[in-house]
């Protein structure tokens, strides 16, 4: 069984910062791409950033510059630095990740449960 869990959301104040972890574990043979999503209430869930393998990175346009996202192939563990938070940026913060289990021959898609992110203003 695999699982996503993510930890590290809270409440900041305009301007701070939050980092983000999401750990994958279970009997897991590999970890293909892994990506953070948001979904902001009444808003669909948008895609944030995603990092390859290879550690590649892809960001949505309104956190360039202030989002970094990372991963730890050692831990199984994907990071998201927020930086320069916002008010817009208030969202449930998810992560999505490719896993082939050790008793699978294809990669499944897994969601976390989510992590509350607040800017206050």
């Known amino acids: 069984q695999v699982q996503l869990v993510e930890s590290g959301g809270g409440l900041v104040q305009v301007g701070g910062s939050l980092r983000l972890s999401c750990a994958v574990s279970g009997s897991i043979f590999s970890i293909n791409t892994m990506w953070w999503y948001r979904q902001a209430p009444g808003k669909q869930r948008e895609l944030v950033a995603f990092v390859t393998t290879g550690g590649s990175t892809t960001y949505t346009d309104s956190v360039k510059g202030r989002f970094t996202v990372s991963r730890d192939n050692a831990k199984n563990t994907v990071y998201l630095q927020m930086n320069s938070l916002k008010p817009e940026d208030t969202a449930v913060y998810y992560c999505?990740?490719?896993?082939?289990?050790?008793?699978?021959?294809?990669?499944?898609?897994?969601w976390g449960q989510g992590t509350q992110v607040t800017v206050s203003s």
């Open positions: 999505y990740a490719q896993v082939k289990s050790t008793s699978d021959n294809f990669y499944r898609n897994y």
